[in-house]
């Protein structure tokens, strides 16, 4: 599953970041959707370049951050990906911040191959009380008859914290057994920090042959730990100029990291 959904068996997928889309705060409009589409196209071709495994498309420019997805954010979205595929040699997937629903109906129109929420949980987080439906996501798939869209759980929330005492190791295996995670994913408490090595180990240990994955904070130099205990790993942040999230992708950052990460599978 890993190598046909991500191209690997241990897979490294790189993070195209929106710049923030009409409707969000932060929203450029004398560029238009115009200018969002292009530092988009420009991190891609990096990070195909550099030798990724896959792409994931978020709205990472859009804080502060929606639990539930606006309508122009959820068109801009959908049309920006749509006219980037015909540049796109890898497979893709989505996240729309925060909302699953929205993440899996991107999927869908999209034709991604994969999509990347916080799909289970209670949290008391930056957004406010934060309670994910994963039942309407996961029957959002079996509705649009997508039983190939492999659905990404990130099991500990940044900018949040769980609301009660169920250790990493409880909500992995109950995100698999109640709400049929495909993948896990074990986050740091910020976009860009680093995971908890024993929350990686606890999650991988609790799901068995389920793929679990660091899905923040990866750099080039604890990736050979990280890919020792985990499945795969998503990076955004460490591509960017600088290590700086809010800048384009480089391509040299990228490859340095791709080259060591060769070397080690």
Do not use: C
């Amino acid at each position: 599953m890993l190598r046909e959904t991500f191209g690997n068996e241990k897979p490294i997928i790189g993070m195209v970041h929106f710049l923030p889309l009409p409707g969000s705060p932060l929203y450029q409009g004398k560029g238009g959707m115009a200018h969002i589409i292009d530092a988009a196209a420009n991190d891609i071709e990096a990070l195909q370049k550099g030798g990724v495994d896959a792409l994931m498309f978020g709205n990472e420019g859009d804080r502060p951050y929606l639990l539930k997805a606006s309508p122009v954010a959820l068109a801009s979205y959908a049309f920006i990906v749509g006219e980037l595929k015909s540049q796109i040699r890898l497979p893709f997937g989505v996240n729309y911040l925060w909302d699953p629903v929205a993440s899996v109906a991107l999927a869908v129109a999209t034709g991604a191959r994969f999509a990347r929420e916080i799909f289970t949980g209670v949290y008391d987080s930056d957004m406010g009380l934060w309670a994910p439906d994963a039942a309407s996501a996961v029957r959002l798939r079996s509705d649009a008859l997508r039983g190939d869209l492999k659905l990404m759980f990130n099991i500990n929330a940044e900018f949040a914290s769980p609301i009660g005492e169920r250790s990493i190791a409880q909500r992995a295996k109950s995100a698999v057994f109640s709400s049929l995670a495909d993948v896990v994913l074990v986050s740091g408490p910020m976009t860009g920090e680093a995971v908890e090595m024993s929350n990686l180990h606890e999650a991988k240990k609790a799901v068995g042959a389920v793929p679990v994955f660091a899905n923040t904070g990866v750099n080039i130099d604890n990736v050979e730990t990280v890919l020792s205990v985990g499945d795969g790993a998503i990076v955004g942040t460490h591509f960017k100029v600088d290590g700086d999230t809010w800048k384009p992708v480089d391509p040299a950052r990228v490859k340095r990291f791709m080259d060591r990460v060769a070397r080690l599978r």
